[in-house]
């Protein structure tokens, strides 16, 4: 079973990210459905492979190895169906974000598209939404920031 940040399984991730999910469809309030989707597959959205269309600025040392480093974290990953996911694949993040912004129906989703607006999806982007999806995690379990 494939490993993501601090070295949770997939189920663990895709459990997280399914709990923001609901967390955000209860703030909301206003849908059909109060619970997320099941059975979503988990999207990097800054993809594993990068190097093709999301090449590094410059040529500082270290920079590579953030990147890896910035595109296991959580706020690099979101949910998304099969058919999306790999039609998402390793496009840029033009391609990327203008397929999130017609096919999506997550707050998830939504809430990355709200947070990156026009700006690339770069490793200070990954930062802010992390911080932001690590404030939904304490939300849903209030003592999640004592572990």
């Known amino acids: 079973m494939p490993k993501y940040p601090g070295y949770h399984s997939a189920a663990r991730i895709r459990m997280i990210l399914e709990a923001i999910e609901t967390h955000l469809i ?27 269309h999301w090449p590094v600025a410059g040529g500082v040392d270290g920079e590579v190895e953030n990147r890896e480093q910035a595109l296991r974290r959580l706020g690099n990953l979101t949910l998304t169906n ?33 947070l990156s607006g026009q700006r690339e999806w770069d490793e200070s982007t990954i930062e802010r939404r992390g911080d932001r999806m690590a404030d939904h995690i304490i939300k849903i379990w209030p003592h999640a920031d004592a572990i």
């Open 26 to 52: 209860e703030e909301s309030g206003m849908v059909e459905s109060m619970e997320a989707p099941r059975k979503l597959w988990i999207e990097h959205v800054m993809p594993q492979s990068w190097q093709r």
């Open 82 to 114: 099969s058919k999306l996911d790999i039609t998402l694949s390793n496009r840029p993040w033009s391609e990327k974000r203008r397929l999130f912004n017609e096919h999506t129906t997550l707050f998830l989703n939504r809430e990355l598209l709200d």
